[in-house]
Protein backbone atom coordinates (compact mmCIF):
# COMPACT_ATOMS: atom_id res chain seq x y z
CA UNK A 1 0.00 0.00 0.00
CA UNK A 2 0.94 3.84 0.06
CA UNK A 3 3.17 4.89 2.53
CA UNK A 4 4.88 7.91 3.97
CA UNK A 5 8.94 6.34 4.82
CA UNK A 6 11.71 8.64 5.65
CA UNK A 7 15.28 8.03 3.86
CA UNK A 8 17.58 8.24 7.61
CA UNK A 9 16.79 6.59 10.89
CA UNK A 10 19.15 8.42 12.96
CA UNK A 11 20.38 11.83 12.60
CA UNK A 12 23.12 13.57 14.80
CA UNK A 13 24.00 16.39 14.53
CA UNK A 14 26.65 19.09 16.17
CA UNK A 15 25.10 21.78 18.25
CA UNK A 16 24.24 25.15 16.57
CA UNK A 17 24.49 23.09 13.16
CA UNK A 18 21.51 23.05 10.77
CA UNK A 19 19.92 19.70 10.45
CA UNK A 20 17.68 18.27 7.70
CA UNK A 21 15.22 15.66 8.25
CA UNK A 22 13.79 13.83 4.89
CA UNK A 23 10.74 12.38 4.23
CA UNK A 24 9.57 10.52 1.21
CA UNK A 25 5.91 10.11 0.69
CA UNK A 26 3.84 8.10 -2.24
CA UNK A 27 0.51 9.45 -2.13
CA UNK A 28 0.20 12.21 -4.81
CA UNK A 29 -3.80 12.60 -3.79
CA UNK A 30 -2.12 14.25 -0.01
CA UNK A 31 -2.76 17.74 -0.03
CA UNK A 32 -1.41 18.46 3.43
CA UNK A 33 1.73 17.44 4.70
CA UNK A 34 2.96 17.89 8.34
CA UNK A 35 6.14 17.45 10.55
CA UNK A 36 5.60 16.44 14.82
CA UNK A 37 8.40 16.20 17.07
CA UNK A 38 8.16 13.11 19.51
CA UNK A 39 9.93 13.64 22.86
CA UNK A 40 10.07 10.17 25.17
CA UNK A 41 7.33 9.29 26.70
CA UNK A 42 5.17 12.16 25.33
CA UNK A 43 2.59 12.22 22.60
CA UNK A 44 3.66 14.06 19.00
CA UNK A 45 4.19 17.77 19.19
CA UNK A 46 3.19 19.85 16.26
CA UNK A 47 6.06 22.03 14.25
CA UNK A 48 5.12 22.90 10.85
CA UNK A 49 2.83 22.16 8.15
CA UNK A 50 2.59 23.14 4.56
CA UNK A 51 0.15 22.40 1.85
CA UNK A 52 0.11 21.41 -1.45
CA UNK A 53 -0.21 24.39 -3.51
CA UNK A 54 3.44 25.47 -1.70
CA UNK A 55 6.79 24.39 -1.93
CA UNK A 56 8.09 26.18 1.11
CA UNK A 57 7.21 27.26 4.34
CA UNK A 58 9.31 29.02 7.09
CA UNK A 59 9.10 28.89 10.97
CA UNK A 60 11.00 29.75 13.80
CA UNK A 61 14.53 27.98 13.48
CA UNK A 62 12.10 25.78 11.31
CA UNK A 63 11.63 25.61 7.17
CA UNK A 64 9.86 22.72 5.14
CA UNK A 65 10.31 21.92 1.85
CA UNK A 66 8.00 20.38 -0.28
CA UNK A 67 8.73 18.74 -3.83
CA UNK A 68 5.91 17.11 -5.31
CA UNK A 69 7.25 15.99 -8.47
CA UNK A 70 9.36 13.82 -6.59
CA UNK A 71 6.98 13.45 -3.75
CA UNK A 72 9.68 14.40 -1.09
CA UNK A 73 9.29 16.39 2.04
CA UNK A 74 12.18 18.43 4.22
CA UNK A 75 12.67 19.83 7.49
CA UNK A 76 15.33 22.17 8.55
CA UNK A 77 16.32 22.89 11.58
CA UNK A 78 18.63 25.92 12.05
CA UNK A 79 20.83 26.07 14.92
CA UNK A 80 20.15 23.49 16.65
CA UNK A 81 19.63 22.85 20.35
CA UNK A 82 19.93 20.05 23.14
CA UNK A 83 16.25 20.79 23.51
CA UNK A 84 15.57 19.62 19.80
CA UNK A 85 16.88 15.88 20.29
CA UNK A 86 13.83 13.81 19.42
CA UNK A 87 11.90 11.56 17.25
CA UNK A 88 10.45 13.57 14.26
CA UNK A 89 7.67 12.13 12.19
CA UNK A 90 6.37 13.21 8.67
CA UNK A 91 2.92 12.89 7.81
CA UNK A 92 0.21 13.37 5.26
CA UNK A 93 -3.36 13.93 4.64
CA UNK A 94 -5.85 15.03 2.41
CA UNK A 95 -8.50 17.55 2.63
CA UNK A 96 -6.16 20.35 3.91
CA UNK A 97 -5.52 18.51 7.28
CA UNK A 98 -9.15 18.05 7.89
CA UNK A 99 -9.11 14.53 7.62
CA UNK A 100 -6.60 11.32 9.32
CA UNK A 101 -3.07 11.81 9.15
CA UNK A 102 -0.80 8.84 7.74
CA UNK A 103 2.76 8.67 9.61
CA UNK A 104 6.08 8.23 8.66
CA UNK A 105 8.69 5.73 9.92
CA UNK A 106 10.57 8.43 12.29
CA UNK A 107 13.89 9.90 12.66
CA UNK A 108 15.80 10.22 15.92
CA UNK A 109 17.91 13.22 15.94
CA UNK A 110 20.45 13.46 18.45
CA UNK A 111 22.24 17.18 19.08
CA UNK A 112 25.65 16.51 20.33
CA UNK A 113 26.75 18.99 22.70
CA UNK B 1 -5.10 26.32 23.30
CA UNK B 2 -6.43 23.45 21.59
CA UNK B 3 -5.17 21.47 24.54
CA UNK B 4 -5.65 17.48 24.57
CA UNK B 5 -5.88 15.42 27.53
CA UNK B 6 -5.22 11.88 28.24
CA UNK B 7 -6.00 9.81 31.34
CA UNK B 8 -4.48 7.97 32.76
CA UNK B 9 -1.03 8.78 31.65
CA UNK B 10 0.11 4.94 32.09
CA UNK B 11 -1.75 1.90 33.68
CA UNK B 12 -0.87 -1.68 34.19
CA UNK B 13 -3.45 -4.54 34.17
CA UNK B 14 -3.35 -7.87 34.27
CA UNK B 15 -4.09 -9.86 31.48
CA UNK B 16 -7.94 -11.21 30.64
CA UNK B 17 -9.13 -7.69 32.22
CA UNK B 18 -10.35 -4.40 30.76
CA UNK B 19 -9.10 -0.91 30.24
CA UNK B 20 -10.34 2.40 29.58
CA UNK B 21 -8.93 5.32 28.20
CA UNK B 22 -9.82 8.89 28.27
CA UNK B 23 -9.18 11.49 25.99
CA UNK B 24 -10.43 15.14 26.59
CA UNK B 25 -10.43 18.44 24.51
CA UNK B 26 -10.10 20.88 27.59
CA UNK B 27 -10.13 24.16 25.38
CA UNK B 28 -12.24 23.08 22.59
CA UNK B 29 -15.16 21.21 21.23
CA UNK B 30 -14.10 18.06 18.72
CA UNK B 31 -16.45 16.22 16.88
CA UNK B 32 -14.01 13.94 15.55
CA UNK B 33 -10.80 12.44 17.71
CA UNK B 34 -8.50 9.49 16.35
CA UNK B 35 -6.58 6.65 18.46
CA UNK B 36 -3.29 6.13 17.45
CA UNK B 37 -1.17 3.29 18.69
CA UNK B 38 2.33 3.40 18.99
CA UNK B 39 4.44 1.02 19.85
CA UNK B 40 8.77 1.13 20.53
CA UNK B 41 10.64 2.61 17.99
CA UNK B 42 7.29 2.55 15.68
CA UNK B 43 5.10 5.27 13.93
CA UNK B 44 2.17 6.14 14.90
CA UNK B 45 -0.46 3.40 13.44
CA UNK B 46 -4.13 4.92 12.96
CA UNK B 47 -6.54 2.55 15.03
CA UNK B 48 -9.87 4.38 14.41
CA UNK B 49 -11.83 8.02 13.73
CA UNK B 50 -13.95 8.81 16.48
CA UNK B 51 -16.99 10.89 15.69
CA UNK B 52 -19.52 12.51 18.24
CA UNK B 53 -22.88 10.64 18.37
CA UNK B 54 -22.05 8.33 15.97
CA UNK B 55 -20.27 4.88 15.77
CA UNK B 56 -16.02 4.74 15.21
CA UNK B 57 -14.93 4.05 12.06
CA UNK B 58 -11.67 1.35 12.61
CA UNK B 59 -9.00 0.77 10.20
CA UNK B 60 -8.41 -2.46 8.48
CA UNK B 61 -7.06 -4.89 10.81
CA UNK B 62 -8.19 -3.22 14.38
CA UNK B 63 -10.92 -5.25 15.87
CA UNK B 64 -13.98 -3.23 16.98
CA UNK B 65 -15.00 -5.63 19.73
CA UNK B 66 -11.76 -4.96 21.37
CA UNK B 67 -10.98 -2.12 21.08
CA UNK B 68 -14.51 0.03 22.14
CA UNK B 69 -14.50 3.40 21.38
CA UNK B 70 -17.26 5.88 22.38
CA UNK B 71 -17.30 9.39 21.85
CA UNK B 72 -20.17 10.84 23.95
CA UNK B 73 -19.93 14.16 23.81
CA UNK B 74 -17.48 17.19 22.14
CA UNK B 75 -14.90 17.01 24.84
CA UNK B 76 -15.22 13.09 25.20
CA UNK B 77 -13.74 10.37 23.58
CA UNK B 78 -12.58 6.82 25.46
CA UNK B 79 -10.98 3.75 24.56
CA UNK B 80 -11.79 0.66 26.10
CA UNK B 81 -8.80 -2.57 25.25
CA UNK B 82 -11.22 -5.37 26.34
CA UNK B 83 -9.55 -8.69 27.59
CA UNK B 84 -6.81 -7.47 27.36
CA UNK B 85 -3.40 -9.41 26.20
CA UNK B 86 0.45 -8.55 26.80
CA UNK B 87 0.73 -8.45 23.16
CA UNK B 88 -2.05 -4.89 23.72
CA UNK B 89 0.90 -3.47 25.77
CA UNK B 90 1.48 -0.31 23.79
CA UNK B 91 1.69 3.58 23.54
CA UNK B 92 -2.00 4.41 23.00
CA UNK B 93 -2.36 8.53 21.50
CA UNK B 94 -5.32 10.42 20.82
CA UNK B 95 -5.81 13.47 18.78
CA UNK B 96 -8.90 15.87 18.15
CA UNK B 97 -9.32 18.11 15.40
CA UNK B 98 -9.34 21.65 16.03
CA UNK B 99 -9.05 23.96 12.94
CA UNK B 100 -5.63 21.47 11.93
CA UNK B 101 -3.38 20.85 12.86
CA UNK B 102 -3.95 17.79 15.05
CA UNK B 103 -3.61 18.34 18.62
CA UNK B 104 -2.11 15.31 20.65
CA UNK B 105 -2.74 14.08 24.14
CA UNK B 106 0.74 12.94 25.58
CA UNK B 107 -0.49 9.06 25.66
CA UNK B 108 -1.00 6.25 27.86
CA UNK B 109 1.46 3.56 28.19
CA UNK B 110 -0.32 0.56 28.96
CA UNK B 111 1.29 -2.70 30.11
CA UNK B 112 -1.12 -5.93 30.46
CA UNK B 113 0.70 -8.85 32.58
Known amino acids: GESVGLHLPTLSVQEGDNSIINCAYS??????FIWYKQESGKGPQFIID?????DKRQGQRVTVLLNKTVKHLSLQIAATQPGDSAVYFC????????????FGTGTRLTIIP | GAVVSQHPSWVICKSGTSVKIECRSL??????MFWYRQFPKQSLMLMAT?????????EQGVEKDKFLINHASLTLSTLTVTSAHPEDSSFYIC?????????FGNGTRLTVT
Open chain 1, 27 to 32: NSASDY
Open chain 2, 50 to 58: SNEGSKATY
Open chain 1, 91 to 102: AEGFNFGNEKLT
Open chain 2, 95 to 103: SAMYNSPLH
Open chain 2, 27 to 32: DFQATT
Open chain 1, 50 to 54: IRSNM
